[in-house]
Structures are given as structure tokens and as C-alpha cells.
Nanobody
Framework: QVQLVESGGGLVQAGGSLRLSCAAS????????MGWFRQAPGKEREFVSC????????NYANSVKGRVTISRDNAKNTVYLQMNSLKPEDTAVYYC?????????????????????WGQGTQVTVSS
């Protein structure tokens, strides 16, 4: 079992930055690919970014590519999402997720169906 707790959300002006953190419990964090998803009101949950369990492979949605960086610290059981040049359309609840822990070192899943564990979410609001 993996329990995930996100933090770092808040209200920021357009053009600003935020760093989201996701702290994981359990001894198996380093074997899980980790992802960030977001859901805006009235919209479906969408993929933002993910990182392999090895940390050597990442994937980004086109909408955030070049503005967002995902990273992980397996010693701290934490995954981060650095978001720069934020836009009002980035406003959403951001969720951290962990996959089953059985993937290859390059595995970077983008479908929410491939994730088994989810955090409660953290609100990000970008004002214009």
C-alpha cells in the first residue's frame, strides 16, 4: 500500500510559479512510477506529467511542456512538480498518483487507469 499526500498548491498570479510536493508512505516508493494529474471544474481528469521509478524517464502533456518539471527524491519518498509561467488555464485540483510498482525502469504511464494509488489533491488557482 502507498499513501500519498500532496502539498504546495495555492493562489498565484499568471506568470508565477509553484512547486507541488507529494509525500508517499511505505517502503516501496522507489519501485513506483509517479504521475501528476489535474482536474478542472466540469472537466475530466487529465495527465500532466509522470516519472519512472528510476527517475531517468519523464513524460509531459503538451499543454505544460517547457513550463513544468517533474522530479523525485527516493530517499525522501517525495515527488515534485515545479510549475513555471503559470496560466489561468492551469487552474485545477492537482493529484499525485503511484502505479502498481511492477513496471520497467523506463515505464512512464500517462493513463490514469494505470495508476493504483491517489492522493487527495491540492488546489492550484492562477489569477489573470
Amino acid at each position: 500500500q502507498v499513501q500519498l499526500v500532496e502539498s504546495g498548491g495555492g493562489l498565484v498570479q499568471a506568470g508565477g510559479s509553484l512547486r507541488l510536493s507529494c509525500a508517499a508512505s511505505g517502503r516501496t516508493f522507489s519501485s513506483h512510477a509517479m504521475g501528476w494529474f489535474r482536474q478542472a471544474p466540469g472537466k475530466e481528469r487529465e495527465f500532466v506529467s509522470c516519472i519512472s521509478w528510476s527517475g531517468g524517464y519523464t513524460n509531459y502533456a503538451n499543454s505544460v511542456k517547457g513550463r513544468v518539471t517533474i522530479s523525485r527524491d527516493n530517499a525522501k519518498n517525495t515527488v515534485y512538480l515545479q510549475m513555471n509561467s503559470l496560466k489561468p488555464e492551469d487552474t485545477a485540483v492537482y493529484y499525485c498518483a503511484a502505479d502498481s510498482g511492477h513496471g520497467s525502469s523506463w515505464f512512464t504511464p500517462i493513463s490514469p487507469a494505470l495508476y493504483d494509488y491517489w492522493g487527495q489533491g491540492t488546489q492550484v488557482t492562477v489569477s489573470s
